[in-house]
C-alpha cells in the first residue's frame, strides 16, 4: 500500500497587517493508506493550517500536497473534515445532517439509499432513535458524534480531524476514542488528527508526529504499533507511560522549554 | 383549549381598552370631534362598508407589492454586502444616509417625479421605506456565518451557489424574519404616508383625508382601526412564515 496523503516541503506563510508570518517551514510528512496519524504540537504552531491545506481549503506558498498521488489543489469529495465545534446545522435533523455531504458527493444517489447509509452510521455511534432530534436536543457528545457520521458518510479516503474531542468531558473523551476504533474496523479509512491530548493521540494513533513550535516543522515521528483492540487500559502499560513521557518531552522542546526545572 | 388560550387574552385586553375609552369619552363628556368613542365607529365602518372594503384593499396591495420588492431587492443587496467587504464598506454609509432621511420629505419628491403614476409612487415609497432591514440583516448574517459552516461544504467541492443555498441562506433566516416583521410594518407606513400626503383618491390614507375634509371624525378613527387591523393582519402573516421556515430557531420548546 501506497502514501495516501504526501507533503512534500511545505512551507506557507499568512499574511497579516505585521507583515508575513511564516507558519509552516519545509514541512514533509506522509500518511500511509489506512494508518492513523496524529499531530501534536504547540498552541498556534500551525495544526489547522496543516489540516486546510491537505483538504485543499488553502493552497501553500512553497511545496506540493498529494493525495492518492495526486497534486491537491482546490477541495475534493474523498476528504472528509471533522472540527472541535461539530458545526450541525440546527434547521436539519441529525438524520439530515448526517446526509448532507452525500447531497453534494452523491446527487444522483436516492434519498432512500442516502437515508439508509446515514441511520446505518448513527446505529453504529450509538445514536439509533435520535434520527429526528435537533441538534440543540443532544448532548455535545452525541453532537460530536453525529459530526463524526457526517464526515465518513461518503466514504472519504481520507478524515481529517481538528481537535474533534477537545471540548468534551474527559469521560465522554474516552467514550468517543473507543468509538474511533470501532468506526475504523468497520469503516476503513485513513486518518488524520490534530490534538493537544497525548493520551489520545497515543491511544488512537499508528504514527505520532510532534510538530515544532511556528513555523512548524516536523520534530519527531514516533510509531505506536500497539495491535488492534486497544483497550483504554493500554494507557497504563509501562510501554505506554514510557512513551507518554517522551512525547511530554519532545513538545517541551518544541515550546523552547527543555531547559527549564520542572 | 390551547388555540383559546391563545387568542382569548388579547381579545379581552382589546375589549378592556375600548370599555376603558367608552366610560372615558362618557365621563369626560367629549364631543366626536375631539375625540370619537368606540361606540361611534360602527356606524362608521357600516355607513362605508363597501368603501373601507375597496380602499383597504389598495392599501394593502400596495403595500404588499412594495414589501415584496423590498424582499427582492433588501436580499439582493445584503448579498452583495454580506459576500464582498469592499462593496459592504462602499454601499454601507449610501444606504445609512438613505434610509435617515424622513420619507414624509421623499413623498413630494416622488409624487413630482412620477406625476400621476399613483400606484407606482405607492408602491415605490412602500419599497423604499422597508428594504434597509432586510438588506442590513441579510448582510449581517452572512458576513457573520463561521467559516467552518463554509469548510463543512466547500472541503468537499461544493460550489459558493451550493453554499449560500444549503447552508447560508438558511442560517440567515431567523435575522431575515426579524428584519421583515419591522419591514411589514414600514411598508404599511409608506403607503400610507404616499396616500395621505399625496392624496389620489385612492387607499384607506384618501379615506381618512375624505374623513378629515367632510369634517367626519368617526370615519377618521375608523379609518385608523382599519389600518391597526391591516397591519396587524400582515404582521401576522409573517410571524406565521416564520413559524413555517424558521421555527427550528425557536428553542423555546413548542
Ligand atoms: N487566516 C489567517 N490569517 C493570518 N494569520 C492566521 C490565519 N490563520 C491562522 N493564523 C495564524 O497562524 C498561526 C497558526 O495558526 P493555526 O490555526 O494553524 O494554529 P494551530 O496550531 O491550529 O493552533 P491551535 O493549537 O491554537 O489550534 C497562528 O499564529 C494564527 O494566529
Ligand atoms: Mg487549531
Redesign the interface.
Known sequence: MGDLVELRAVTHAYRTKAGPLPVLDDLSLTIPEGKFCAVVGPSGCGKSTLTRLIAGLMMPDRGEVFLHGEKVKSPRKTVGMAFQNPVLLEWRTILENVMLPLEIVAPSMPRSQRETRARDLLALVGLAGFETKRPSQLSGGMRQRASLCRSIVHKPEVLIMDEPFGALDAFTREDLWQLMHRLRAEEPFTALLITHDLRESVYLADEVIVLSDRPARVQYRMAIDAPAPRPISMLYDPDSVAKLAILREQIEIAQGRSGEVH | MDFLRKVAPPLLAILAIMLFWEWLVWVKGWPNYKMAAPSDLWPAFWKYRTLFLIQGWETLWRTVVGLGLAVVFGTFLGMIMGFSRLLRDALYPVLVGFNAVPKATVVPVIALIFVGEHDFNTVLIAFMISFFPIAVSVSIGLSTL?P??R????????SRL?IFW??AL??T?PEFFGALKVSVTLAFIGTNLMEIVEPHGRGLGALFDSGKINADYPLMFAVLFALAFLGIVLFYIVVALERVF?G??D?SGG
Open positions: 463561521e467552518e459552516y469548510d463543512i461544504l466547500r472541503a468537499l467541492g461544493a451550493t444549503k447552508i438558511p442560517k433566516l424558521a427550528w430557531a428553542r
